[in-house]
Structures are given as C-alpha cells and as structure tokens.
Nanobody, 122 residues
C-alpha cells in the first residue's frame, strides 16, 4: 500500500518558520515529480510548490516565491517544504502529492498525503 505521510505542521507566529516533511512508503518516487498543495477553510485547494524527479527544477506559486523552498531526498523517499517568513494567510492544511498526471500545478496527482495543519498567528 502506497502512503504519503506529512509531518512538521503546527502553530507559529507570523514571521516564523516551519519545515514540512512528506515520507513515502510502499513504492519509490525517484522518477516522479512531487508537489505541495494547501487548502484554507472555505477555499479551494491551491498549488504551492513542486519539484522534478531529480530536484533540478522547482516551481512555486507567486504567493510563496522567495519564502518557501521545496527539496527532496530520493534516498529517503522524502520531500520537504521549508517555509520562512510565514504570514497569517499561509494558514491552511498542507498536502503533499506525487506523480502528476499532467501539469504539475493543476492538482492531478496519483498519490496524496492526509494533510498537516499549519496555523500562523498574527
């Protein structure tokens, strides 16, 4: 059974940092792009960041560019999202995803984690 398990979420003050991790099990994703999405209450799920299979190419939503950094360790079958300079509007449930079926931004991925809550207080 393939599983993606996120960790590292929590409550942080504005301006603070968090590092999310997404550990995959059941198969390796060393040949697949992976991504992060988020969903705030009452809003649709939105793209945050994605990374190519090698880690050589990354993509970011404009709202997080310069503050968030996506990375991966294929030996550990894990991806990460380093979030700095957090803002209250970053509050959401963050989901990791693997193996996009089309565009890496449109949310069509074959595998999803269960999500981890990030809350940024003002």
């Amino acid at each position: 059974q393939v599983q993606l398990v996120e960790s590292g979420g929590g409550l942080v003050q504005a301006g603070g940092s968090l590092r999310l991790s997404c550990a995959a099990s059941g198969r390796t994703f060393g040949s697949d792009a992976m991504g992060w999405f988020r969903q705030a209450p009452g809003k649709e799920r939105e793209f945050v960041a994605a990374i190519s299979w090698s880690g050589g190419t990354t993509w970011y939503a404009n709202s997080v560019k310069g503050r968030f950094t996506i990375s991966r360790d294929n030996a550990k079958n894990t991806e990460y999202l380093q979030m700095n300079s957090l803002k209250p509007e970053d509050t959401a449930v963050y989901y990791c995803a693997a193996q996009p079926r089309g565009s890496i931004r449109d949310g069509q991925y074959n595998y999803w984690g269960q999500g981890t809550q990030v809350t940024v207080s003002s």
